[in-house]
């Protein structure tokens, strides 16, 4: 199946150091095994002061009413959608690397797609959350749902705002069932390796008593591929679907037919900004992880960053072209409006964030700064975040007739809300790291032993051992 | 590697192997020895292990396919039931029958349904959750989702024979050779 990528692996090593099956498995599972290092204690509190901050929007906003936050007309959706979006954007890149790079037969996705998937559930559940509580009546929400309800009707089901209660929740629904499949034999890992009785039990459980016979690996092949098949039309789906959310309007820089392309690469291209944010710093505190997610694995994903970020970009341009060819006076004014209005600080730190600073990723030496990586990695994040805020903000709030023209301006329950879903962010990416096996360790054995332990039979090619290691921590050369 | 005592109840004889390799050449021989009833055990999949064992099917797939075919079917009708028949509703002068709005739901239900299909269709093949299952009763298996690669000939096979088996085993120079209790 690796065909392809064997003759580069020799040159980019996807490990460092000599491995083993049992290194493998135990740099991997230790980690939730053993106590955690003081540096978690500090992130988590960090995340759980965030997720109270979230409990408390949460709660306020329910006492009061939506008028906590700034929104208003004609800027109805702020902070709300602009988070939403951003949100389920990062989610993307997860499945991206889990399955569409799977698909594509990407052997380096083995050592970060566990890890990009869990990101993606956390992520989907924070970008649930706004339009959730953006309805007004959290309550009633079941009332999108199509259930017979007393008051006779049905959802709107031409509306692309049904659609996307259907492709989220369908979105978080296969994304945890990919993510757990993927952990049940890892899990019967931890549970053979467990000491004592409570976690054999857990783990026996969670594990469903996986113990690994050819035949029941034969099905769980062939279902992780056909899930991965699907997640992949998904996940395209998902964003696009989004996306119309906008581009069915009628509102200037909304309607424009290539939304649901630049949609989908701003969300790979943020979601490998938020894998490279959290890659770097996980790297640091658990050192073991550093001989599955080399500086190989980090080029890699700085280069897709840099390549959806011209994809994006692109989208910037044609987004002007549009405004000039639509010959649509109020097509054309958004894109002055956007250069010069009243938010052109949003419009222009998102040209800087998203347009200029990634052409950094060109240099192979600052792809191999993981300081720098991180800040561009932090920056880009940023960048999306005000592409939204632009997208949402300045196309509503100077329209079509002057008289409904307005300002908004987010408020500080708007930012409380919006860093609390951060800090439970942060909070869960850190308990699933105390819990769980951060990377797939029968998958990354699979990939070791095919690349490059795999000798006679039908995996005839040289390399018994894992080639020479390149230079640990900073500066790895490629 | 006592010789065979009288156990109450003998689920099957299994062999211990250090690499996948060994294990592939294992199954291709207890499979042309006309063992029938053998199962591998193995920390991560191994290609080419199922083939050498002669096994051969496409359950899973065929159920995500009728999975992922009910989805579709059963979410287009929903729509078309309740917008069409149950309460139809003009929208902008669009026909009731306004199907190609009803294409994205109609994907999201298919890719639902084959994605439990493919997830639950997986573990009630395997028969999981098993919570007991005789080969954890061996204590090298601890090893099995580590490092170690394990055949089981069972003994419901119609050829097992406590001794033959032992000695075939043993030709096949694993790492070690326990009974398995039921």
């Not at chain 2, 959750?129 to 419901?156: G, M, W």
Request: proline share 6%; glycine share 8%.
């Amino acid at each position: 199946m690796q065909e392809a990528i064997k003759p580069k692996v020799q040159e980019f090593p996807l490990f460092e150091g000599q491995q083993t099956y049992e290194r493998i498995t135990d740099q991997i599972a230790r980690i939730p095994e053993n106590p955690h290092p003081p540096a978690w204690t500090v992130m988590f509190g960090i995340g759980a002061v965030g997720t109270l901050m979230l409990i408390t929007s949460l709660v306020w906003l329910l006492i009061v009413g939506l008028g906590i936050w700034g929104i208003n007309q004609p800027v109805a959706w702020g902070f709300a959608i602009i988070n939403f979006v951003w949100w389920i954007g990062i989610g993307h890149a997860g499945t991206l690397i889990s399955a569409i790079l799977l698909l594509l037969r990407q052997a380096w996705r083995m050592s970060i797609n566990r890890f990009a998937e869990a990101m993606t559930i956390f992520a989907v559940m924070c970008a649930g959350l706004f339009p959730l509580f953006h309805t007004g009546r959290p309550w009633v929400a079941y009332w999108l749902f199509p259930l017979p309800n007393w008051l006779a009707m049905w959802p709107q089901f031409r509306s692309p705002l049904e659609w996307d209660v259907f492709a989220v929740s369908t979105y978080f629904t296969v994304s945890v069932l990919f993510w757990y499949m993927g952990l049940i034999p890892d899990l019967a890992t931890m549970r053979d390796r467990a000491k004592s009785t409570l976690a054999k039990v857990i783990h026996g459980i969670l594990s469903w008593g996986w113990r690994g016979s050819a035949v029941h690996w034969l099905r769980y092949e062939q279902a992780y591929l056909l899930l991965a098949g699907l997640s992949t039309p998904l996940v395209l789906s998902v964003h696009s679907i989004v996306s119309l959310d906008f581009a069915i309007s009628i509102v200037p820089g909304w309607h424009v037919t290539i939304f649901p392309p630049y949609f989908v690469a701003g969300a790979i291209f943020s979601g490998f900004a938020m894998v490279l944010t959290l890659v770097i710093p996980f790297r640091i505190l658990y050192p073991g992880l550093r001989e599955y997610i080399t500086m190989n694995h980090i080029d890699w994903m700085a280069k897709v960053m840099l390549a959806t970020g011209w994809i994006v970009f692109y989208g910037y341009l044609s987004e002007m072209f549009f405004g000039w060819y639509s010959a649509n006076q109020f097509e054309q004014f958004l894109v002055v409006n956007r250069f010069f209005g009243p938010y052109w600080l949003a419009y222009w730190a998102l040209i800087f964030c998203n347009g200029v600073v990634p052409q950094l990723l060109w240099i192979p030496k600052i792809r191999h700064n993981l300081l720098l990586l991180f800040i561009i990695s932090i920056i880009v994040n940023i960048g999306m975040w005000f592409e939204r805020f632009v997208i949402v903000v300045i196309s509503l709030h100077r329209d079509f007739l002057t008289s409904a023209w307005g300002q908004y301006a987010p408020t500080i329950w708007d930012w409380s809300l919006y860093l609390g879903t951060i800090g439970f962010f942060i909070m869960m990416m850190f308990l699933f790291a105390r819990f769980v096996p951060m990377l797939a360790i029968a998958e990354l054995k699979d990939i070791w032993h095919r690349l490059y332990h795999g000798h006679g039979g039908h995996n005839g090619h040289a390399g018994k051992h894992a080639p020479a290691p390149a230079p640990t921590g900073k500066g790895g050369e490629s | 590697m006592a010789h065979v005592e009288t156990a109450p109840q003998l689920y099957g004889i299994m062999a211990e192997f250090e690499t996948p390799e060994q294990l592939i050449e294992a199954a291709e021989r207890t499979r042309a020895a006309g063992y029938k009833k053998f199962d591998c055990y193995t920390p991560f999949p191994i290609h080419g292990l199922v083939e050498a064992m002669g096994v051969e099917e496409a359950k899973v797939p065929w159920t995500v396919f009728i999975c992922g075919l009910f989805g579709a079917i059963a979410f287009f009708s929903l729509q078309v039931y309740t917008s069409v028949i149950d309460y139809p509703l003009n929208v902008g002068g669009r026909d009731f029958l306004s199907w190609p709005y009803f294409i994205p739901i109609t994907f999201e239900g298919m890719v639902l349904c084959a994605a439990f299909g493919a997830f639950i269709g997986m573990l009630a093949y395997n028969g999981l959750p098993a919570p007991y299952h005789p080969v954890f009763n061996v204590p090298q298996f601890a090893r099995a989702s580590t490092d170690r690669f394990f055949l089981c000939i069972e003994a419901k096979d119609p050829n097992f024979d406590r001794n033959r088996v032992y000695e075939f085993l043993q030709s096949l120079n694993p790492l070690s050779i326990s009974e398995v209790e039921a």
